[in-house]
């Protein structure tokens, strides 16, 4: 079983992204042998809306930082920048040949992005799920773990891998079609401020966003000034999607089912309840931001992780490429 995931280096990473992804490429890692868990940064990704250069390294390296305080090992999975491995751009392009214009224009993170964009709505932003897909399928994964947002981004995927495969391959397959793996309980973590939409680095509110690297106390302040509702019972239900939302949270951090929350905080207000859930966020976050302290620090450390990583991304990427561009029949026949 192969696993493949990739993060933009955009903003900080947040709560959401933690619990939604980053926390399944740690599980991902023990799940799979040592090497079968791949994770990119994808900093291709990020060109497709308005960004700074310089800010790009610097959050490439930050995310990087955070990927290895929260648990990923680069001696067990394979760790690397989207834009050292050439072989997924090569690949984007080959496979929006068997990509519908009209699946692309159907996407709702390039319709919520695109209504967002004040300058430019780039070609970038349109053709993202093909780099997306391009990703993931030049490492023939079988398995994508992600938020509950990139839902219909692995159903292209799969419809990509699915047409070239019949145009192309139909006697042998090529490709795999990846399945996604969002969890059940976290896959939409939603934001505080807001509950209604979900915790993003560029859509939310920024009080409603607790950042992996907040310090304690901005993460108890916005905890603690969570929208909920005038109720005072602490279960899920409609009109309920604040306190919803943390009862989630909770349930992740302590690793219970939701329903034994809302059982133990049976007869508590909600005061009591946000504290707990401070508390839990605080505790869950704080060994993550000591590591990432002592490991940001040392960019020429990174890099040579990133480097290396790269290396063993290439050597699983380029054999793919080099199928799918004889199966086109680009180039010379191979020998
Ligand atoms: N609110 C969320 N709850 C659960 N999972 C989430 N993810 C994102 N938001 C939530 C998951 O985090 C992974 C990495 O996301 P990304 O940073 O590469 O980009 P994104 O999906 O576009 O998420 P953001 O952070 O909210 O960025 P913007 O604002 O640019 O959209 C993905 O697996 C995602 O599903």
């Not at 799920?129 to 938020?147: I, M, N, S, T, W």
């Not at 060994?287 to 990133?306: C, F, G, H, M, S």
């Amino acid at each position: 079983m192969r696993i493949f995931s990739g993060i933009q280096p955009t903003g900080r990473k947040h709560l959401g992204n933690y619990i939604g992804a980053i926390r399944q490429y740690v599980a991902g890692q023990e799940r799979a042998a040592d090497g079968e868990s791949i994770y990119c940064i994808v900093d291709l990704h990020a060109l497709s809306v308005a960004y700074d250069p310089a800010e790009l390294r610097e959050r490439l390296y930050d995310t990087t930082a955070i990927l290895i305080a929260a648990g990923l090992d680069p001696g067990r999975c394979v760790l690397f920048r989207q834009s050292d491995v050439r072989e997924h751009t090569e690949l984007t392009w080959l496979l929006s040949a068997v990509t519908a214009h009209g699946d692309l224009n159907r996407m709702t993170q390039f319709k919520d992005k695109s209504a967002k964009q004040r300058e430019l709505v780039s070609a970038a932003l349109f053709l993202y799920p093909v780099l997306q897909a391009a990703d993931v399928l030049a490492y023939k994964a079988d398995e994508v773990p992600v938020g509950d947002d990139q839902r219909q981004h692995v159903e292209l995927m799969r419809e990509i891998a699915r047409r070239f495969n019949e145009r192309f391959a139909p006697d042998t397959p090529i490709l795999v079609e990846p399945e996604h793996r969002i969890p059940e309980i976290g896959g939409r973590v939603m934001d505080l401020q807001d509950p209604t939409m979900k915790m993003s680095t560029t859509g939310g509110t920024g009080q409603g966003t607790v950042l992996v690297l907040d310090p304690e106390d901005v993460v108890r302040k916005k905890v603690m000034s969570a929208v909920t509702d005038s109720g005072s019972e602490v279960v899920r239900g409609t009109g309920k999607e604040g306190i919803g939302n943390l009862i989630e949270v909770l349930s992740v951090i302590r690793e219970v089912e939701p329903e034994a929350i809302e059982h133990e905080f049976e007869g508590f207000g909600y005061g009591d309840f946000k504290r707990a859930v401070a508390d839990g966020v605080v505790d869950y976050l704080a060994p993550v931001r000591e590591r990432y302290d002592q490991l940001r620090a040392d960019e020429d450390e990174l890099e040579a992780i990133l480097a290396g990583g790269a290396e063993k991304a290439r050597a699983i990427a380029a054999p793919t490429v080099a199928e799918v561009r004889d199966a086109m029949g680009v180039g010379p026949p191979r020998g």
